[in-house]
């Protein structure tokens, strides 16, 4: 149980396009869902916290009018990166924490996107 | 603002020779989780310790909580090929968890 999908896992757009990455949580609803940026060796970096129903937080640093997170079900939280560019290069990972109840501060990741902007 | 380190940032070691890794809080911690990703891969759910001086085990693997709930280590017994990878400790902060800086280990075989 517990399974986190994401989707792409990997995706090479121009600079200046958006791009679109869903997160899923397929045999739990998930009220909160998280989502990370990981450079290459380094360690996971929050962006965001997505609440069901209500506007995501962001952590200090972070734009949100460039990464928009919707999470519009208890299933489903998207992040757009809107007007990509190279620096935005980078991995992409959703975690999904399982409804209070129940090993609340557990968190399930999915396997991450891979965005590269050319 | 809460920090968690992990030493050292990376290790290689013979296969069959022992790992240990590290992890520091600035902060007191409800509980302390341990995770590990692979090359390429997301992290993966180890485990949580919750109890102040909390040793737990997963076959070669042994986990523990300081008695301060401000620091934690992962050891390995002799360490295997499939061992490779990241290990992330993390911590707790309002509804966020907040990764440690992670260890790479390599296994040389």
């Known amino acids: 149980g517990a399974v986190v999908s994401q989707h792409p896992s990997r995706v090479i757009c121009k600079s200046g396009t958006s791009v679109k990455i869903e997160c899923r949580s397929l045999d739990f609803q998930a009220t909160t869902m998280f989502w990370y940026r990981q450079f290459p060796k380094k360690s996971l970096m929050l962006m965001a916290t997505s609440n069901e129903g209500s506007k995501a937080t962001y952590e200090q640093g972070v734009e949100k009018d460039k990464f928009l997170i919707n999470h519009a079900s208890l299933t489903l939280s998207t992040l757009t990166v809107t007007s990509a560019h190279p620096e935005d290069s980078s991995f992409y990972i959703c975690?999904?924490?399982?409804?209070?109840?129940?090993?609340?501060?557990?968190?399930?990741f999915g396997p991450g996107t891979r965005l590269t902007v050319l | 603002g809460q920090q968690v380190m992990q030493i050292p940032q990376y290790q290689h070691v013979q296969e069959g020779e022992d790992f240990t890794t590290y992890c520091n809080s600035s902060t007191t911690l409800s509980n302390i989780q341990w995770y590990k990703q692979r090359p390429g891969g997301h992290p993966v759910f180890l485990i949580q310790?919750?109890?102040?001086?909390e040793v737990k085990k997963q076959k070669r693997l042994t986990f523990q909580f300081g008695e301060a709930k401000k620091n934690s280590s992962l050891h390995i017994t002799a360490t295997q090929t499939t061992d490779v990878g990241t290990y992330f400790c993390a911590g707790p902060r309002a509804d966020k968890l907040i990764f440690g800086t992670g260890t790479r280990l390599q296994v040389f075989p």
């Open positions: 975690s999904a924490r399982l409804r209070r109840g129940s090993r609340t501060d557990t968190q399930y």
């Open positions: 310790l919750v109890k102040s001086g």
